[in-house]
T-cell receptor, first 110, second 115 residues
Framework: AQRVTQPEKLLSVFKGAPVELKCNYS??????LFWYVQYSRQRLQLLLR??SRESIKGFTADLNKGETSFHLKKPFAQEEDSAMYYC????????????FGAGTRLFVKA | DAMVIQNPRYQVTQFGKPVTLSCSQT?????MYWYQQKSSQAPKLLFH???????NEADTPDNFQSRRPNTSFCFLDIRSPGLGDAAMYLC??????????????FGPGTRLTVL
């Protein structure tokens, strides 16, 4: 079955500390992986995608096919990073289905 | 600004009374999606349209229907809402760029309450 698991519902870190939001997936093929973010009172929006291999707002994510993980990392968290983060998977078989994880709420304390 | 708009933002209906949620987009994207998101859960895809082609997820109840009269508008109809249908309903769009997995642009959502 295709599934995305985010084991932490809530992650709280201090400003300036490193942060890692975990994402594990279950999929037999080679999926496309995404991180979406929802800031307070804003809509859900794309943060970054695996295929782009870029850093957005200091965040990076590496696809580890051996561990079937796509963890989101940032070396120094900022207060404005506080938000809800969703990991998502699209099967690499064409089509438009996207499977979301349940999300992790990141709280960055001053 | 090009965007995805959902109306209304909050909808209250009675048990069993049909309700329609609306989504419009100015992005001219050819794919439109409807998601259901219950509290503390992942957004769950109900169905999507690729242009006029309707694609229903296998586990979407028959109680949920959708219409897309043109590129810009898409509607979610709940024929007989039950208490379990209370949720946030998210509309999203994407452009088929020929690559697997396309960035989706979300509306603000409609929160449905069923009394």
């Amino acid at each position: 079955a295709q599934r995305v698991t985010q084991p932490e519902k809530l992650l709280s870190v201090f400003k300036g500390a490193p942060v890692e939001l975990k994402c594990n997936y279950s999929y037999s093929g080679s999926p496309e992986l995404f991180w979406y973010v929802q800031y307070s009172r804003q809509r859900l929006q794309l943060l970054l995608r695996h295929i782009s291999r870029e850093s957005i707002k200091g965040f990076t994510a590496d696809l580890n096919k051996g561990e079937t993980s796509f963890h989101l990392k940032k070396p120094f968290a900022q207060e404005e990073d506080s938000a809800m983060y969703y990991c998502a998977l699209s099967p690499n078989t064409g089509g438009f289905k996207t499977i979301f994880g349940a999300g992790t709420r990141l709280f960055v304390k001053a | 600004d090009a965007m995805v708009i959902q109306n209304p933002r909050y909808q209250v209906t009675q048990f069993g009374k049909p309700v329609t949620l609306s989504c419009s987009q100015t992005l001219n994207h050819n794919v439109m999606y409807w998601y259901q998101q219950k509290s503390s859960q992942a957004p769950k895809l109900l169905f999507h349209y690729y242009d006029k082609d309707f694609n229903n997820e296998a586990d979407t109840p028959d109680n949920f229907q959708s219409r897309r009269p043109n590129t810009s508008f898409c509607f979610l109809d709940i024929r007989s809402p039950g208490l379990g249908d209370a949720a946030m309903y998210l509309c999203a769009t994407s452009r088929d760029g020929g690559l697997p997995g396309n960035e989706q642009f979300f509306g603000p959502g409609t929160r449905l309450t069923v009394l």
